[in-house]
T-cell receptor
Framework: SQTIHQWPATLVQPVGSPLSLECTVEGTSNPNLYWYRQAAGRGLQLLFYSVGIGQISSEVPQNLSASRPQDRQFILSSKKLLLSDSGFYLC????????????FGPGTRLTVL | GQNIDQPTEMTATEGAIVQINCTYQTSGFNGLFWYQQHAGEAPTFLSYNVLDGLEEKGRFSSFLSRSKGYSYLLLKELQMKDSASYLCAVREGDSSYKLIFGSGTRLLVRP
């Protein structure tokens, strides 16, 4: 069966510091991968998605970037965090050859102070 | 433009039935999803509609009318554990399989 992992689970970072969040998927090959951010009490905002290694599409201009160095690894990064980057970051995967459903990882709660 | 509307909050009583509505206006349509999200946790998949009509899964049912841009999630025999946010999401028609999410409806089930 497929599982999705994210780490760290929680993170507190000062403004201006760098960020690296990691997401890995097990039990599937060539998944579509997605990064979402959820501000407190709000819906999910799609940040990036990837349909293959090295292929990244950005949905919202911001100071974040994403990379997919391996088939089942998706990384979200920033060189300098802003206060507005605080939120709940969720990674999701979808089987490239299967149903349309996206399945979410446990998330990373980021607080920028 | 893209717009998905859901009520912000709803309250219902344990054992009752509640209907959560979702209306959408998107540039393309290739399916509508409902997710459940408990506070502090990730969303979990509940249902998927791509054709008009009702899909039933135990206590949960979801309805879609593509011509009206409308869906609802019906929860029967409410339990306290059903207190959560319910997210409506629409899949656009391109190859990215992107989902556009509404802001979610926070449901409170009272004894």
């Amino acid at each position: 069966s497929q599982t999705i992992h994210q780490w760290p689970a929680t993170l507190v970072q000062p403004v201006g510091s760098p960020l690296s969040l990691e997401c890995t998927v097990e039990g599937t090959s060539n998944p579509n991968l997605y990064w979402y951010r959820q501000a407190a009490g709000r819906g999910l905002q799609l940040l990036f998605y990837s349909v293959g290694i090295g292929q990244i599409s950005s949905e919202v201009p911001q100071n974040l970037s994403a990379s997919r160095p391996q088939d089942r690894q998706f990384i979200l990064s920033s060189k300098k965090l802003l206060l507005s980057d605080s939120g709940f970051y969720l990674c999701a995967w979808r089987s490239s050859g299967g149903l349309d459903t996206q399945y979410f990882g446990p998330g990373t709660r980021l607080t920028v102070l | 433009g893209q717009n998905i509307d859901q009520p912000t909050e709803m309250t219902a009583t344990e054992g009752a039935i509640v209907q959560i509505n979702c209306t959408y206006q998107t540039s393309g349509f290739n399916g509508l999803f409902w997710y459940q999200q408990h506070a502090g946790e990730a969303p979990t998949f509940l249902s998927y509609n791509v054709l008009d009509g009702l899909e039933e899964k135990g206590r949960f049912s979801s309805f879609l009318s593509r011509s009206k841009g409308y869906s609802y999630l019906l929860l029967k025999e409410l339990q306290m554990k059903d207190s959560a946010s319910y997210l409506c999401a629409v899949r656009e028609g391109d190859s990215s399989y992107k989902l556009i999410f509404g802001s979610g409806t926070r449901l409170l089930v009272r004894p």
